[in-house]
């Protein structure tokens, strides 16, 4: 019975940066060579590990989908592969399920049609004039509301308050006082 099988690993980088394509070459040869065959092979590039792992810091991932009949085993033979290669830090091989399918296709019509209702909202031929409205020689219309709440401002003086005198109220505090004794 076929099934969809993803392999994902992290190969240090840290000696050698051209290894990537080797080990990859690798794993993707065995897998052919067993009676597999190679549906997507996703480097993902150099990332940073969550934590340390071999005191390295940062590693290439690499995730490569492929189908094979289960009855080769041939999750067995990579992950042999993998144990024997010391520049692998890490590895995961899974069957991808129905539901995940799914999920993928749903996820790729959802992003089809987000394209599509962002694409049909902004149209390309609309001018700058159009959104922003008409431009005055010394700058921007202003809207009438604006206009007058600012002729209102013009008109009306900012209110102060008036100077309180600090002398007359040391004489009133001191009389409130001779009255409440």
């Known amino acids: 019975m076929e099934q969809l099988y993803c392999t994902i690993f ?15 070459s690798r794993i993707i040869q065995l897998i052919e060579d067993h009676g597999g065959v190679i549906k997507r092979h996703n480097p993902w590039g150099k990332r940073r590990l969550a934590y ?72 390309q031929d609309v001018s700058e004039n159009d959104v922003m409205g008409p431009v005055e020689e010394k700058g921007q219309a202003e809207a009438p509301e604006i206009q007058e709440v600012q002729e209102e401002s013009k008109e009306q003086p900012p209110k102060e308050e008036p100077p309180v ?9 001191s009389e409130e006082k001779k009255e409440t004794e």
């Open 52 to 123: 340390p792992i071999r005191n390295r810091t940062s590693a290439f991932y690499i995730e490569i989908e492929f189908t094979a009949n289960s009855r080769l085993n041939i999750p067995k033979t990579i992950e042999n592969e993998y144990r024997l290669n010391d520049r692998v830090l890490r590895h995961l091989t899974y069957v991808v399920s129905k539901k995940e399918l799914l999920q993928r296709e749903l996820d790729a019509k959802r992003a089809k049609r987000y394209e599509e209702e962002a694409y049909e909202e902004t149209p």
């Open 165 to 173: 005198d600090e002398s007359v109220s040391k004489e009133e505090s």
């Open 10 to 24: 992290i190969v240090d980088v840290s000696q050698n940066p051209e290894e990537v394509e080797t080990i990859s």
